[in-house]
């Protein structure tokens, strides 16, 4: 049987409508691929209602992946937001594993992998080869064309950007975006599912840093151009954004959340994408991730998480 008779037999034995499209009350599965920083908090967001295959690339990472969703999932529990049954059953609904083909029962698939578009376009067009043909994919990534990612996933009308906020099981908001390829029903679709998981998707347009990115990345380069400039310590500028601005953490402490290397990649994708002078930033950034100073992954950013 080749892959794609795999693809044929599912249409035949899937929960569909009468003309095969995707339904919220379909799902029953996630998968997610890539269990970096973004992964493990989808995870605890999806599973909190459905069952959660999350990929990585070894035991190894799959190892700290399972146990960075576990501490997401017992913080929950500790705050009161998750009942002691609660936190068992979303803990029981995941798996990471390293296989690829466990994904192939899932109803969607969110790429949580690294920005890079080979990675992103070896591994759609596997799962386009494993997964039911009405499967809905999506990318989690702000900034890399979702066109170009729909038409390397093979099935580009069943392929939509969803940028969850970091991190995804606490933050609501959910960008929507259609690549040029993506049907009105994957659309509609995908907002139905977001809302179950009860998020508030918007919506808005496949271009580099959709909106929130396009918003925030010109805020970050200011507050790193500000620490340069010596008008305030990583510290100083965090609570003036707290305070002064109103803002729940400051700009350091999201970038030592988010992985200063990632920040670094991400300002570099957005002023390639645009030569916007707003996505500039100096040459403190690159230095802390030369000094593997990433962030809260290592236990240090620009402050101290030991
Ligand atoms: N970090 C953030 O603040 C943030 C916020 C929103 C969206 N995103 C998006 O999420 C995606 C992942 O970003 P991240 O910061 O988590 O990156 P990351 O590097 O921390 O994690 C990516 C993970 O993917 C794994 N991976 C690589 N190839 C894989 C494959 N073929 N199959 C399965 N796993 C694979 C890597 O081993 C790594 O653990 C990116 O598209 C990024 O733009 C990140």
């Known amino acids: 049987m080749t892959m794609q008779s795999n693809a044929t037999d599912h249409r035949e034995s899937q929960n569909m409508d009468e003309e095969g499209k995707m339904k919220v009350e379909d799902v029953k599965s996630v998968g997610i691929v890539g269990c970096g920083t973004m992964g493990p908090t989808i995870a605890v967001a999806t ?100 066109t170009a990612l729909a038409a390397a996933s093979g099935r580009p009308d069943k392929f939509i950007g969803t940028h969850f906020s970091i991190p995804a099981h606490l933050m609501k908001l959910v960008e929507v975006a259609k690549a040029i390829q993506t049907s009105e029903e994957t659309k509609t679709f995908m907002f139905d599912f977001l809302k179950s998981l009860d998020k508030t998707p918007i919506e808005t347009k496949d271009n580099p840093g959709l909106l929130v990115n396009w918003l925030l990345f010109p805020y970050l380069s200011a507050a790193l151009k500000a620490y340069s400039l010596g008008l305030g310590t990583p510290e100083a500028i965090d609570t003036a954004a707290k305070l002064g601005l109103g803002f729940p953490i400051g700009p350091f402490q999201l970038m030592d959340f988010s992985g200063l290397d990632s920040c670094v990649e991400a300002f570099n994708a957005l002023y390639e994408q645009t030569r916007d002078p707003a996505y500039t930033y100096p040459p403190i950034l690159q230095k802390m991730v030369e000094a593997g100073y990433l962030g809260t992954k290592t236990g240090k950013g620009f402050h101290d998480y030991k």
């Open 47 to 146: 599973a909190m209602k459905y069952d959660t295959v999350v990929r990585e690339i070894s035991d190894e990472l799959a190892e700290k992946g399972k146990n960075k969703i576990a501490k997401f999932i017992s913080k929950l529990a500790d705050k009161g937001k998750l009942s002691e049954e609660e936190h068992d059953a979303c803990v029981g609904r995941v798996k990471v594993v390293v296989e690829l083909e466990k994904l192939k029962d899932c109803q969607v698939i969110i790429d949580a992998t690294p920005d890079k578009l080979e990675i992103k376009s070896e591994v759609l067009s596997a799962l386009h080869e494993i997964c039911p043909w009405n499967t809905v994919f999506t990318t989690t990534s702000s900034l890399l064309s979702i």
